[in-house]
């Protein structure tokens, strides 16, 4: 019978000639040398745990293989990936005994000395069925007797009870396989570890936090994902139960429902005016039905707004059934005193349902909004001046017929990839005859052949596509235009005037301007369209003509009665006074100024209103209070100078003013006034699911409830951003980051 003995070799002692067994002694020292290492810290934590060990062949006595021990447990592995033995055996929680020195925090628990082996039983050894000494399972014979006897006994006991070395191939074995196939099963389907004993308190408070979270940004989040395994198992991690859709669409829901309303109502009532705006009128139509949802907020003398509610309506609504639906907002927001509500602004749906109510209330302003007046204007120039239909209809013939030409499609993509680093045809719009309604579909596609404007004409320069324009006429005159100058600048110059009116639009949106600053705004529209014409070289006459055209449609005259009554727009004079600017407005405007104050107060109060405002007009503010209200500062967010108290211009007239008894009611009651029914945006998802559950009692009453509870909540940050926008420019500016970063790798030279 071979040798049972398993002491290790020193491989420097004897070196085979064998390249086989060089090849194990190499491997063998090289794994010592680095425990020896490791012991000394400068390696793997692991190596504390696993002992390198040769396996002799049982008849030579020479080493066959390298294997590692855990001095834990006693099992043995392969040598070949140490790393990955320590990861899946230690850390996995497949050695037990690893698992509770963990819980000891400590670098080394030996194993009770009652499950050890006996020194003598060491030298026991059993040959398998074919006459060889096979690799144990949860022990090694071929180890250094002495060593694991001392390693084993480090507990200061002497064990009593013979152990016998189990080998495979033996009955013993099944125990060892079956906790073998538990590891695996583990590793191809981890448990989430326990997360951490939270209490009570905590638990509540943290869910409270979460649930919070929810609705304040329902919609971007569904409620499916609550379902998500990931999102559970993160739950579970860090000790948290399970967040179920009835918990969040529950009670949870109603309390803090409840909470918002009451507190929005609170406000409201605190509020001495108000004044109500809706928007949604002129949104596309709700998942593809006739049925839009017009939101309702509610803005504050303080600057702040409240939301109200929304509103599912029918696409064909007639201007009789929008204005019930106003002036039930009205009421359901002031009660039975209906002259708190000082106007209506709406983004522009029915004119006439906004007349209809100011005619019968007289101390009403309805407004149409601002942002919807600039976007108006773009489509009046699509359809009234020429050059934006010639500059439309040329380039739907150049993108035609880039986009299918097979040939030419092809060459313009792998150019515009490697002049541009981009791919795809150019964005054409679906249907030609709905561009002078919605002029935003053709922008994009001018912006694209702007931006391809060399990949376009190095593609009409190709010896390919000159064969193709020999017996092509379209793709000729194609040419002729990517080729022509004229071309071009008139295209530079249809996008440059829509750019520039879409920026002044969304900065309106941003910043939220006041009626008084209405005229402003179509002044400084007016001197930069005035500059277009005398850079591209268009003739001022048209051009001028279609924007007058368009600010009489959306001019009220308050803007003009808000503008003379608001400090901030007081001017100073050669005597140092500062007064109302009437010099700014023509004959018909300051007419219109004096319409207004007397229709906003009663009969008897008309004449002593007209007086007011002629002391007003002479006397003007203290320039002290005029110079405290026109104070500005720069805005650390945008970088612009803003006013520094934007209430400023009410708190004078309800305080210094005094002797205006009349002209400051009406006055108050207009400074406040906004130009912009821009508020709580809704994302999509939202949307979509208000109308699929339009036809359920309980789930739009869920919905509504749920975009209430959002809607206060970013009302109260001042958050009137689109979540939805906000993402695309957060991944735009990674992608430019990305781009930055790639391209300073791009320049480093490889060592």
Request: aromatic share 8%; net charge positive.
């Amino acid at each position: 019978m071979a040798s049972t003995s398993s002491t290790p070799t020193d491989p420097s002692s004897s070196v085979p000639e064998d390249p086989a067994i060089k090849a194990v002694n190499r491997r063998y020292e090289g794994l010592m040398t680095i425990k020896t290492k490791a012991i000394k810290g400068k390696g793997a934590w692991y190596w504390a745990h696993l002992e390198p060990v040769l396996i002799k062949h049982p008849d030579t006595d020479l080493p066959k293989a390298v294997k590692l021990k855990c001095l834990l447990c006693d099992a043995v592995f392969s040598a070949s990936n140490p790393s990955r033995t320590a990861s899946e055996h230690l850390k996995r929680g497949t050695c037990s005994n690893f698992v509770s020195l963990g819980k000891l925090n400590s670098t080394f628990s030996p194993l009770p000395i009652s499950s050890l082996p006996s020194p003598g039983s060491l030298n026991h050894r059993k040959r398998s069925s074919h006459g060889h000494m096979a690799t144990p399972l949860n022990s090694v014979a071929l180890v250094e007797p002495s060593r694991v006897y001392n390693d084993l006994v480090y507990s200061n006991a002497v064990s009593t009870q013979p152990h016998h070395l189990v080998l495979s191939g033996g009955k013993e074995d099944l125990g060892a396989l079956a906790m073998l196939e538990d590891s695996v099963k583990k590793l191809k389907s981890p448990k989430a570890s326990p997360g951490p004993s939270l209490s009570k308190n905590q638990i509540d408070s943290a869910l409270e936090l979460l649930t919070d979270w929810y609705y304040e940004v329902f919609g971007s989040v569904s409620l499916s994902s609550l379902k998500h395994p990931k999102f559970r198992a993160f739950l579970n991690q860090v000790g948290l139960p399970t967040l179920s859709r009835r918990d969040l669409c529950g009670a949870r829901l109603d309390n803090r429902f409840h909470e918002a309303k009451m507190d929005a109502e609170a406000r409201i009532r605190d509020a001495p005016f108000l004044q109500i705006a809706c928007n949604g009128w002129k949104s596309k139509n709700c998942c593809g039905g006739e049925e839009k949802l017009v939101k309702f907020s509610i803005n504050l003398p303080n600057g702040t707004a409240v939301y109200q509610k929304a509103v599912l309506v029918g696409g064909s609504l007639s201007s009789k059934h929008a204005e019930d639906i106003m002036w039930e907002a009205v009421t359901g927001a002031c009660g039975n005193n209906f002259q708190r509500c000082v106007g209506v602004i709406a983004d522009k749906y029915k004119a006439k349902a906004l007349r209809n109510l100011e005619n019968q209330y007289q101390w009403m302003v309805n407004l149409s909004c601002q942002v919807q007046g600039f976007i108006s204007l773009i489509n009046d120039f699509s359809k009234e001046l020429p050059l934006f239909k010639t500059v439309t209809e040329n380039c739907f013939k150049v993108a035609n017929f880039v986009n299918n030409k097979s040939q030419i499609s092809s060459s313009f993509q792998k150019i515009r990839m490697q002049e541009l680093e981009c791919s795809g045809l150019l964005r054409v719009p679906l249907r030609k005859c709905d561009c002078r309604k919605d002029f935003l579909p053709v922008y994009l596609m001018l912006e694209d052949i702007l931006s391809c404007a060399c990949v376009l004409q190095t593609v009409a320069l190709e010896e390919s596509y000159k064969l193709i324009s020999s017996e092509d006429s379209v793709a000729k005159e194609v040419a002729g235009l990517i080729q022509n100058d004229g071309f071009w600048n008139e295209l530079e110059a249809v996008y440059t005037l829509v750019k520039l009116i879409k920026d002044m639009a969304r900065e309106i949106e941003v910043e939220r301007p006041l009626i008084g600053q209405c005229l402003p705004l179509w002044e400084e529209l007016k001197a930069k369209v005035k500059d277009w014409c005398v850079r591209f070289h268009i003739g001022e006459g048209p051009v001028e003509k279609i924007v007058d055209k368009r600010f009489r449609k959306n001019y009220h005259p308050a803007w003009s009665a808000a503008f003379i009554l608001d400090p901030l727009y007081l001017v100073r004079n050669t005597s140092g006074k500062y007064l109302p600017p009437f010099k700014c407005l023509t004959q018909e405007q300051e007419k219109d100024v004096d319409k207004l104050i007397q229709r906003l107060v009663s009969r008897e109060e008309a004449h002593v209103a007209l007086m007011e405002l002629m002391k007003w007009r002479s006397d003007g503010l203290d320039p002290l209070y005029a110079q405290a209200v026109q104070v500005k500062q720069r805005d650390p967010s945008s970088g612009k100078m803003k006013v520094a108290n934007p209430q400023g211009s009410r708190l004078v007239w309800e305080t210094c003013l005094n002797e205006y008894k009349t002209l400051g009611k009406v006055a108050v009651r207009l400074v406040f006034l906004h130009a912009t029914s821009c508020g709580f945006k809704c994302h999509s998802t939202l949307l979509k699911w208000t109308c699929i559950n339009r036809h359920s009692r309980l789930g739009l009453e869920r919905a509504q409830k749920m975009m209430f509870v959002a809607a206060h909540a970013k009302q109260q940050r001042l958050d009137f951003s689109d979540e939805e926008e906000k993402d695309g420019e957060f991944l735009r500016m990674n992608c430019c980051e990305d781009d930055v970063l790639n391209q300073v790798f791009s320049d480093v030279s490889p060592v």
